[in-house]
């Protein structure tokens, strides 16, 4: 379920995007004075300086309080407080940042004095987040009012030790899921849909699902790409549970997939038992099914939903793209599941998303217009129908709002590994924040907050 938009070659970082001020390294110590000092670099918040006592603290405090006068351009500093370190923290009197000149004139000067061991300023830090090149693009991740707020989440968890199966087309080689995928299994029957010659196979390869006329959309690359893509390598883009890792579940081929197939894979996926089919060595706590159909909820699919669950498992569904009421889409109206619809960049349902009373919740699925920075960037493949190289494109769809409810699933059981999956659902659900725009058809609960939901988590855990 996308709308597939404009494909963007393999491109390498020249620059970091996001830096954290830091402290001055070796070479920016003064040769000589005795103390060892850290200067601020020309763009450095600086706030106060840090003075480390070579012996008692608390005599040196009134000397250097004489030395901390306005000489240095005017600005007044004084004592404020000893850490628990036993630094002595000097601030000015005044708000606001202090020169970088002016901190650097301070520290050198007070680097002279006996009893001092180190000197450093006291900067302001700012949350990690990125280098890879087309974060910018990555408008779904901000902590703005129609982002889920990545980076804060990404304190408290990213998705380590947890386990994501998506079940989809397949997945493809690319640089920014390397190391991130474990091993899994084609269950596409039809070998005329599997396009490799053969039915089922332990090879989950994509192989491309073009047919009459469309080009292959290596879907599932581009929904792994946003559940755990390779975050901090200088290259592409980043996954919402970057630490997570995952399993590709082949289910739909040229022409799409069947039921069957889809519940056979996700049982597999949760570690259930097929028969003729190797156990999964990796079972998921999270499977991810962007895809559906029309009709009720089979007993196949609900029989299928409840085997993953008693084991453990969350189940994430796709609401669909044909602005409709989404109780007539399955699996994306079965019990159990948790049912995402897609928000645009403001925040609002996105035109094409269906809803209704089975939708739990609502993420970022793109505008399905506007341009790429308008909708879901992620990893994809060049080949027009069959593999070729790595790409990256900007698609739409409840497709890839599911993901990120997935990927979010996966932080917060990273951060409390013994949540059921209706635990995980309510963490979910319980802690949205409000669609900026009214969706009176039924968008769920409200909007995915990652980090809200993975402060709840954490301290679920502490509580434990």
């Known amino acids: 379920m996308l709308i597939r938009f404009f494909l963007r070659p393999l491109a390498a ?40 006592p070579a012996g008692d603290g608390q005599s040196l405090v009134a000397r250097l309080a004489s030395r901390l006068g306005a000489k240095h351009d005017g600005m007044d500093l004084s004592y404020v407080r000893t850490l628990a370190t036993g630094h002595l923290l000097f601030q000015a009197s005044t708000e606001g940042a202090i020169p970088s000149s002016t901190a650097n004139s301070i520290m050198q000067d007070l680097a002279n004095e006996t009893g001092v061991a180190a ?18 693009y990555l408008w779904s991740y901000r902590a703005d009012r129609a982002g889920i707020d990545v980076v804060k989440a990404w304190t408290y968890s990213r998705g380590e030790g947890v386990t994501v199966a998506v079940i989809d087309t397949g997945i493809t ?18 070998a005329s849909m599997a396009g ?52 590709p579940v082949r289910v739909l081929g040229k022409g799409g997939g069947y039921a069957s197939d889809i519940a056979d894979g996700i049982i597999w996926a ?17 499977l991810n099914l962007s895809l559906g159909g029309t009709g009720a909820c089979s007993s196949l699919y609900f029989r299928a939903v409840n085997i993953a669950r008693d084991r453990g ?21 079965c019990p159990g599941t948790i049912t995402v619809a897609a928000s645009n960049p403001s925040g609002g349902k996105s035109s094409f998303s ?22 879901i960037y992620s990893t994809v493949n060049a080949g027009r129908t069959l593999p070729a190289g790595p790409a990256y494109a900007a698609y739409a769809g409840t497709s890839m709002a599911a993901p990120h ?13 013994t949540l059921t999956p209706d635990q995980v659902q309510s963490l979910l659900v319980d802690n949205v924040k409000p669609l900026p725009q009214p969706c009176r058809q039924g968008c769920g609960a409200g909007l995915l907050d990652a980090g809200k939901t993975l402060e709840a988590a954490a301290a679920r855990a502490a509580r434990q």
Request: charge should be negative; charged fraction near 10%.
């Open 13 to 52: 970082a020249t620059a970091s995007l996001f830096a954290m001020s830091a402290l001055a390294h070796a070479g920016d110590r003064v040769a000589d004075t005795a103390a060892r000092v850290a200067l601020a670099g020309a763009d450095a918040e600086v706030v106060g300086i840090i003075v480390e």
């Open 119 to 136: 000197v450093e300023p006291d900067l302001v830090m700012h949350p990690m987040s990125t280098n890879d090149p087309y974060w910018p």
């Open 173 to 190: 080689n690319h640089p920014d899921l390397q190391g991130q995928t474990l091993p899994g299994y084609d269950f596409i029957s039809s």
């Open 196 to 247: 490799d010659g053969n039915g089922r196979d332990s090879n989950a390869n994509d192989e491309g699902d073009f047919s009459f006329g469309s080009p292959s959309s290596w879907h599932g690359t581009h929904v792994a790409g946003t559940v755990a893509a390779l975050a901090g390598n200088a290259l592409g883009v980043a996954g919402v549970a970057p630490g997570a890792k995952i399993v």
């Open 270 to 286: 949760a570690g259930g038992s097929v028969p003729g089919v190797p156990a999964n060595q990796n079972p998921a706590r999270v």
């Open 313 to 333: 498992s969350v189940v994430v569904v796709a609401a669909g793209n044909e602005n409709r009421d989404a109780g007539g889409v399955t699996p994306a109206n």
């Open 354 to 375: 269906n809803f209704g009373r089975v939708v739990n919740i609502t993420a970022p699925g793109g505008a399905g217009g506007g341009g790429e920075q308008a909708n």
């Open 405 to 417: 409810v997935a990927a979010v699933a996966a932080l917060a059981i990273a951060a409390a590994p």
